[in-house]
């Protein structure tokens, strides 16, 4: 864990990323209200954050490169494997970033996390009886990229599954997909109705967004989720109403586009589905000491 976190640290500073925090405390959603945890906040409703993200945009305009590992929340009622409360999120976010800038950076980040484990922790890897031969493949072949249109005949085909067009890949199909494969799958363009609102719509493709779901091997399934981010206030308004939200909550968010905006996008990797990953663990809840 420990040489997991310092990779995360190491790979975005020596890509000339900054630091930078943002609150816990937060008044909008990010993720999808359904996963809020709300606390009384001197007796006004606020949230524990779900993502640095929104305020990320706000720092991109004046430093441009930016990360962060921090705690985020999720009221997910789901005693799962692959599920916490409460877990490490490393986040970054870039300014004058086009979609394929977003891609390198996460398979540039996982593939230096990988190698500084291979490099530091074979002992502990021995311990948990995990195969190096599953590992290795991740620092030394590329990564494969694919539309959701290619993973769903994929499914359709190869695994005898009947997932129609605007499903989201939820954990039966990640499993199934990912097991095809010994690297990470780059599952990009997914249809715009089961992403979040802050996502760009592709112009080649107006059905989809310009995001990405990178899903590990072996079952272990998305590891990130990113995106290029929508520049437009007027169409993130459509958005946000379209899926039930107030767009007045959103206001000082808005304004970061009042006098326009530049071509900007990131991603979150949850850490203990990494650290899960790595060690080959059946249970999410053993890659943090307090789950």
Same mark, same amino acid.
């Given at each position: 864990?420990s040489?997991v976190?310092?990779?995360?640290?190491?790979?975005?500073?020596?890509?000339?990323f900054?630091?930078?925090?943002?609150?816990?405390f937060t008044?909008?959603?990010?993720?999808?209200?359904?996963?809020?945890?709300?606390?009384?906040y001197?007796?006004?409703?606020?949230?524990?954050?779900?993502s640095w993200?929104l305020?990320?945009?706000?720092?991109?305009?004046?430093?441009?490169?930016?990360y962060?590992?921090?705690?985020?929340?999720?009221?997910?009622r789901?005693?799962?494997s692959?599920?916490?409360?409460e877990?490490?999120?490393?986040?970054?976010?870039?300014?004058w970033?086009n979609?394929?800038?977003?891609?390198?950076?996460?398979?540039g980040?996982?593939?230096?996390?990988?190698?500084?484990?291979?490099? =530091?922790n &074979?002992?502990? $890897?021995? @311990?948990?009886?995990?195969?190096?031969?599953k590992?290795?493949? +991740?620092?030394?072949?590329?990564f494969?990229r694919m539309?959701?249109?290619?993973?769903?005949?994929?499914?359709n085909?190869?695994?005898?599954m009947?997932?129609?067009?605007g499903?989201?890949?939820r954990?039966?199909?990640?499993?199934k997909?990912?097991?095809?494969?010994?690297v990470?799958?780059?599952?990009?363009?997914?249809?715009?109705?089961v992403?979040?609102?802050?996502?760009?719509?592709?112009s080649? =493709?107006? &059905?989809?967004? $310009?995001? @990405?779901?990178?899903?590990a091997?072996?079952?272990y399934?998305? +590891?990130?989720?990113g995106?290029?981010?929508?520049?437009?206030?007027e169409?993130?308004?459509?958005?946000?109403?379209?899926?039930?939200?107030n767009p007045?909550?959103?206001?000082?968010?808005l304004d970061l586009?009042k006098?326009?905006?530049?071509?900007?996008?990131?991603f979150?990797?949850?850490?203990?589905r990494?650290?899960?990953?790595?060690?080959?663990?059946?249970?999410i809840?053993?890659?943090?000491?307090?789950?």
């Amino acid at each position: 864990r420990s040489t997991v976190f310092g990779a995360i640290h190491e790979y975005f500073r020596s890509q000339g990323f900054y630091e930078y925090q943002s609150p816990c405390f937060t008044a909008n959603q990010c993720e999808g209200g359904s996963t809020l945890f709300t606390v009384d906040y001197f007796g006004k409703p606020i949230f524990l954050t779900q993502s640095w993200q929104l305020y990320a945009e706000a720092g991109i305009f004046s430093l441009e490169k930016i990360y962060c590992i921090a705690p985020s929340f999720r009221a997910e009622r789901s005693k799962t494997s692959r599920h916490l409360t409460e877990y490490w999120h490393a986040e970054m976010e870039l300014a004058w970033a086009n979609f394929d800038d977003i891609l390198r950076h996460g398979e540039g980040v996982i593939k230096h996390i990988f190698k500084k484990v291979l490099e =530091n922790n &074979k002992l502990d $890897l021995e @311990v948990l009886e995990r195969d190096l031969n599953k590992l290795k493949p +991740i620092v030394e072949k590329p990564f494969i990229r694919m539309t959701y249109d290619d993973a769903i005949k994929i499914l359709n085909t190869k695994c005898k599954m009947d997932v129609p067009w605007g499903k989201d890949l939820r954990t039966i199909e990640e499993e199934k997909l990912t097991k095809l494969y010994d690297v990470p799958l780059m599952v990009t363009n997914y249809p715009k109705e089961v992403k979040a609102f802050y996502m760009r719509v592709d112009s080649k =493709n107006p &059905k989809t967004v $310009l995001g @990405v779901d990178f899903l590990a091997p072996e079952g272990y399934g998305e +590891i990130i989720g990113g995106s290029e981010r929508e520049s437009d206030p007027e169409e993130i308004n459509k958005k946000l109403r379209a899926q039930g939200e107030n767009p007045d909550i959103y206001g000082w968010y808005l304004d970061l586009r009042k006098y326009g905006s530049v071509p900007h996008g990131g991603f979150g990797l949850g850490v203990e589905r990494v650290i899960s990953w790595v060690c080959g663990l059946d249970n999410i809840k053993d890659a943090i000491p307090f789950p």
